[in-house]
């Protein structure tokens, strides 16, 4: 065990015990590129309560649905969607991801943002690479939000996930122009028009062909259409959407 470990050890992020670096069995790394690791993030105990999304899945959004037999989940029926298809990783709406997604978000809580990012790797590793994405641009928050926290949560999991999966993290590539009222109390079509207008293009997004979209949460996809169309329009075809939770409406 490293010197830093045993001084500092790591947390568990849900129940904060102290976490031992051995947790992962080789055979559940197997499928991992290389240099994702075998290192352990959260105790064995929490990590059975996480809940991860099950399927099957709408084939648009990620979302989980019902039955089998729908392609579509019920966001997803009658509304454009621009971006090719999106993941998640944990059901928003269970105790333990609505947590860590607010401790992410809000606590300061940097190292949780390091739980998120292996396992979007560990389960998407070879996703992002089939579907050829050239990097990975995080949602931004509106400069003075980001002033007050610090950080942006979802530019935080980005930068991590592009170190696992050796990926260019682009935070320039969209900007927000605008502040929002909170997305909470809107319905969907008032989402959608509180969000037209608050992205756009960065200068660097017409170098891009092919994105992965990163954000923490999913509810509507408003958020996912906006963001994509601004990319689009600066030129990329292609969006790929990916967030550490799914949340109802
Ligand atoms: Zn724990
Ligand atoms: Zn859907």
New binding site residues.
């Given amino acids: 065990m490293d010197v830093l470990n045993i001084l500092f050890p790591r947390r568990c992020p849900i129940c904060k015990c102290v976490v031992r670096p051995d947790f992962l069995a080789a055979g559940e790394t197997n499928h991992l590129p290389q240099g994702i690791g075998m290192e352990k993030l959260i105790c064995p105990h929490c990590y059975n309560q996480v809940p991860f999304l099950k399927g099957p899945f709408?084939v648009?959004?990620?979302?989980p649905?019902d039955s089998e037999q729908d392609e579509?989940?019920h966001?997803?029926e009658g509304r454009k969607r621009d971006f090719i298809r999106?993941v998640s990783l944990m059901d928003y709406s269970k105790h333990y991801a609505d947590r860590l997604m607010w401790d992410v978000k809000y606590n300061n809580k940097k190292e949780y943002a390091d739980f998120l990012a292996l396992e979007l790797a560990r389960r998407y590793a070879r996703s992002i690479e089939n579907w050829g994405c050239q990097v990975i641009v995080p949602v931004p928050v509106h400069a003075s939000r980001r002033r007050k926290r610090g950080y942006n949560q979802a530019e935080l999991i980005a930068d991590r996930l592009g170190c696992l999966l050796d990926m260019k993290v682009d935070a320039g590539a969209l900007i927000r122009t605008r502040k929002t009222a909170p997305q909470k109390t809107l319905d969907a079509a008032g989402r959608l028009e509180n969000l037209k207008s608050a992205f756009a293009a960065g200068k660097t997004a017409s170098n891009y062909d092919n994105v992965l979209l990163l954000d923490d949460i999913y509810t509507t996809?408003a958020t996912m259409q906006v963001c994509t169309k601004a990319l689009m329009g600066a030129g990329v075809r292609k969006v790929y959407v990916m967030t550490c939770a799914i949340g109802y409406n």
Avoid at 60 to 63: I, L, T, Y
Wanted: charged content about 25%; aromatic content about 8%.
């Fill in positions: 709408c648009k959004c990620g979302k649905i579509f989940c966001d997803c999106g996809g």
